[in-house]
């Protein structure tokens, strides 16, 4: 499942006249990501974190810089040491904020990043894994885009590597998409991506 999934890059919008110290370091942080230099953000975001000990936002993205940088990896070593940095950082994130659907879809991602680095060893322990987080995140948060978007993903990732259609799975990247258009984050710097990746997705849905 090599090509199971790729998450972009993204920016979120933030506010321009950023006054607080957490607000400056976060726009700080993404403008680092966005500029090509992950490990600097990686490490500026878990700094922010250590000075906001009740904020999940600055380890969730630590955590989703190294699962994105994931995707592709060829290297086991490189890979492992990434997404068990990743973990950690969803495990503390989790404490802070639990049942969260932006950190279950972000921990589908992690598995996902396994899965598609060795669909063979690690497809059959964390397949159901993934599955049961999307079923989770969409009873808690069914219009939530990220995880109807990643949910059809994911389905039409396995559809490819089974050699089974993925039509009926086009229908819920349409619903992804009406939800994008109404979704508005709850603070200038909560999760806000994914709109792009399901855009593409839709469109190879109709060629």
Same mark, same amino acid.
């Given at each position: 499942?090599? !090509?199971?999934?790729?998450?972009? /890059? +993204? %920016? #979120?919008? #933030? ?9 400056? &370091?976060?726009?700080?942080? +993404? ?21 906001? =000990?009740?904020?999940?936002? =600055?380890?969730?993205y ?8 994931? +995707? ?25 904020? $639990? *049942?969260?659907?932006?950190?279950? #879809?972000?921990?589908?991602?992690? !598995? ?6 060795d669909?063979? /060893?690690?497809?059959?322990? @964390?397949s159901?894994? #993934?599955?049961? %987080? ?7 948060? =069914?219009?939530? =885009?990220?995880?109807v978007?990643? $949910?059809?993903?994911? !389905?039409? &990732? ?10 009926p +799975?086009?229908? *819920?990247?349409? !619903?992804? @998409?009406e939800?994008?258009?109404?979704f ?24």
């Open positions: 499942m090599k !090509h199971l999934i790729i998450i972009a /890059t +993204f %920016l #979120v919008s #933030v506010v321009t006249n950023a006054q607080t110290n957490y607000e400056q &370091g976060m726009q700080k942080a +993404f403008e680092l990501w966005g500029s090509n230099n992950p490990t600097e953000a990686s490490n500026l975001f878990e700094r922010i974190a250590k000075a906001e =000990p009740d904020n999940w936002l =600055p380890l969730y630590a955590a989703q810089i190294n699962i994105v940088r994931s +995707f592709g990896e060829k290297n086991e070593e490189k890979l492992s040491d990434q997404l068990k940095k990743a973990q950690n950082l969803i495990n503390d994130a989790t404490a802070i904020s $639990k *049942d969260n659907p932006e950190i279950l #879809v972000l921990q589908a991602l992690l !598995h996902t990043a396994w899965v598609a680095f669909g063979a /060893t690690y497809g059959m322990t @964390l159901g894994k #993934v599955v049961e %987080l999307y079923t989770k995140a969409e009873m808690i948060a =069914p219009e939530n =885009p990220r995880v978007y990643c $949910k059809a993903e994911w !389905h039409i &990732g396995g559809a490819k590597y089974f050699g089974q259609d993925t039509k +799975f086009c229908k *819920d990247l349409e !619903h992804a @998409l939800l994008f258009v109404n508005k984050p709850e603070t200038p710097f909560s999760p806000n991506w994914g709109k792009e990746r399901a855009e593409m997705l839709w469109r190879s849905c109709k060629e």
